[in-house]
């Protein structure tokens, strides 16, 4: 019964150090995104991709041993680790609650650094989109090349990005 309950810390030490590794990217990123650096933003976003696929094969390897160690230990199949770490038998009962808390710890920071990057991302492109309705004549009121007092002449439309203009 020790064999699953070792592979479960060891499996959540790897995810542990995965999802670090991506919160210290969203980090980086977030302050790329501060900095407006679009080739650091390129490279960090990069990166995650490589971590977010081994981060989710670690998770889906710790959610089928979950289920594995609750069985060996008598526990309903949606039991997580904190209920295998309450039944199980130490040294893996205090190994397994401290990973889990510092998981949870790590997942809980990248949520929030995750959300900052998402509210950057939307107001760069908020910006960069209202340039181009500046820049395509959508957003004037006043038109610099009218005759005074005159309505000024509907213009062509044109599609720029993903707005007509």
Do not use: W
């Amino acid at each position: 019964m020790n064999a699953p309950l070792a592979e479960l810390a060891g499996t959540l030490a790897e995810e542990l150090r995965l999802q670090t590794g991506l919160l210290e990217l969203a980090r980086k990123k977030r302050d790329a995104l501060v900095a407006v650096d679009t080739a650091a933003v390129d490279a960090i976003t990069r990166r995650e991709q490589s971590l977010l696929a081994a981060a989710g094969s670690t998770a889906s390897s710790r959610l089928r041993l979950t289920v594995e160690a609750g069985r060996a230990l008598a526990l309903p199949p949606e039991s997580g680790v904190t209920a295998i770490a309450a039944r199980a038998e130490e040294p893996h009962a205090s190994r397994l609650a401290g990973l889990a808390k510092e998981l949870k710890d790590v997942l809980r920071e990248l949520s929030r650094v995750t959300h900052s990057c998402r509210v950057l991302t939307e107001e760069s492109l908020g910006f960069v989109k209202r340039f181009f309705r500046i820049l395509g004549g959508a957003d004037q009121t006043q038109p610099g090349y009218s005759r005074r007092g005159a309505p000024p002449a509907p213009g062509p439309a044109r599609l720029l990005i993903d707005e007509v203009v």
